[in-house]
């Protein structure tokens, strides 16, 4: 059974992706300004046109398509073994452009060979110290958040989000 400090933590960083996801909704040339994530030798940004990194990333594990609820377009998200990607779409039919990068396994890492089961002290020491709350550091550069997540003094969830 989880503490109330854990439950707490999880409700924290529920309610901080939630507020982050839904404040940007504007692509931007994100190439080279924020953190970014690569995977099968793709890279990709919050904000970056998504298409060559879904085209890369091979098929999902599942697709989920919702009406856009800022734009005239969609918002999906692409679930994967280790990682989900959301994008969203001006338009109907339009460019996807990234939300967000959740890392979800420790089959991947950050460029900076962070991911999941990592330690906390791990983190410090690749990205600095940062105000965590309830377990949750972020990090910021350019037009992106690092948000990650530690439980028990591991990382549980590693978060790619816009600022």
Do not use: H, W
Request: include cysteine; aromatic fraction near 12%; proline fraction near 2%.
């Amino acid at each position: 059974m989880k503490t109330r400090k854990q439950i707490m933590k999880m409700i924290t960083a529920v309610c901080l992706v939630a507020a982050l996801a839904f404040t940007f909704y504007a692509p931007v040339n994100a190439a080279g300004r924020g953190y970014s994530f690569k995977y099968k030798g793709v890279s990709v940004s919050v904000g970056s046109n998504a298409s060559s990194f879904i085209k890369k990333a091979g098929k999902p594990t599942k697709t989920v398509r919702k009406k856009s609820c800022a734009y005239k377009g969609e918002d999906v998200t692409y679930t994967y073994k280790y990682f989900t990607l959301k994008t969203y779409s001006n338009t109907k039919g339009g460019t996807e452009y990234v939300n967000s990068i959740t890392l979800t396994s420790s089959k991947v890492s950050t460029p900076e060979k962070v991911k999941v089961g990592s330690s906390e002290k791990t983190v410090t020491k690749k990205y600095g110290k940062a105000k965590a709350n309830f377990g949750v550091y972020t990090y910021t550069k350019g037009n992106s958040k690092l948000i990650i997540t530690v439980d028990n003094k591991k990382v549980s969830q590693i978060q790619y989000v816009a600022k």
